[in-house]
């Protein structure tokens, strides 16, 4: 959580609007310099001079309900510092450079209703035990 000052200051700097947003989402402050916007619409932020190391980069997510996977693999290795330059900048990071990459990035859909759910062929050992009671005469 950022202190009442550096609160006021960003809220000036993007906007009540934004602010809500901010707090809303990532539960924070921040105004720096926009980068960039991948190609699901997710936008990516940038502020060198006023935030803590290693957390000068963020993300807005373009999606209420936001799962890490949704950023790219190039976008991923800028937020998390392993290349300087964002992937709209550095042509090794362009997607269809490398040949062993996939030509279409898919996120996890581990927690989706297309995630995968394994089939048993196995038969259970426990049955739900359901009362059998005779009709009222």
């Known amino acids: 959580m950022s202190t009442i000052l550096r609160t006021i200051r960003n809220i000036r700097r993007v906007g009540l609007k934004d602010f809500g947003h901010q707090l809303q989402n990532i539960g924070d402050t921040k105004a720096g310099t926009f ?3 991948d190609k699901y619409g997710n936008k990516f932020y940038e502020n060198l001079e006023e935030e803590l190391p290693l957390r000068t980069r963020w993300v807005d997510y373009k999606d209420k309900e936001f799962d890490p996977s949704q950023i790219e693999p190039g976008w991923h290795a800028w937020m998390s510092y392993m ?6 900048q550095d042509p090794i990071l362009q997607r269809q450079v490398r040949i062993w990459e996939p ?3 898919r ?7 297309s995630g995968y759910k394994p089939y048993s062929t196995v038969k259970n050992k426990y ?4 009362p059998v009671a005779k009709a009222r005469q």
């Not at 290349?83 to 709209?88: A, E, L, N």
């Not at 049955?127 to 359901?130: A, G, M």
């Open 35 to 37: 980068i960039a916007t």
């Open 83 to 88: 290349v300087d330059k964002p992937p709209s």
């Open 103 to 105: 030509k279409e990035h």
């Open 107 to 113: 996120p996890t859909l581990t927690w989706s209703r």
């Open 127 to 130: 049955h739900p035990w359901t």
